[in-house]
């Protein structure tokens, strides 16, 4: 997304970030496999793993999940309705998404190049709504 943002030309406008709902691997480096697909792409990730946390509703307009377990756990941690209206499914913005969830990378030969491709539609979707609403006001 920030990738996207900055093609766009927007970067001064957006605050984004990418943190986990579990402690699992917080402050861990990036999966290499990741990290080189990305690469692969031109995009260079950066920052270390994190976990998101409640006040971090107060910090984003939206906090988008990969799947619908997660989305479920952010919708948990919100304390008020305006902070789990802000919560939804990343997949939601890709128009041609045949299912709601990012898959898990971890599974298929081709699983990270794969949910790439997933993320990268859904994350053109999102900020096409986004530019378009900003349009509207």
């Known amino acids: 997304m920030k990738h996207l943002v900055e093609q766009a030309g927007l970067a001064d406008r957006f605050q984004i970030e990418s943190a986990g709902t579990s402690s699992f691997c917080e402050g861990g480096p990036r999966d290499r496999r990741s990290e080189s697909t ?15 946390r409640r006040e971090d509703f107060a910090r984003f307009d939206h906090v988008l999940a990969m799947d619908e ?16 209206a802000k919560v939804g499914l990343l997949r939601d913005f890709d128009p041609n998404a045949s299912e709601a969830s990012v898959p898990d990378p971890y599974v298929g030969e081709r699983g990270f190049e794969d949910v790439f491709d997933l993320c990268e539609a859904a994350c053109r979707g999102l900020l ?5 609403r900003s349009a509207e006001r």
């Open 69 to 84: 377990r997660n989305c479920a756990h952010l919708v948990a941690l919100a304390e008020s309705a305006e902070d789990r």
């Open 128 to 132: 096409a709504e986004l530019i378009a």
């Open 38 to 52: 990305a690469n692969g792409r031109g995009i260079s990730l950066e920052g270390r793993a994190r976990r998101f």
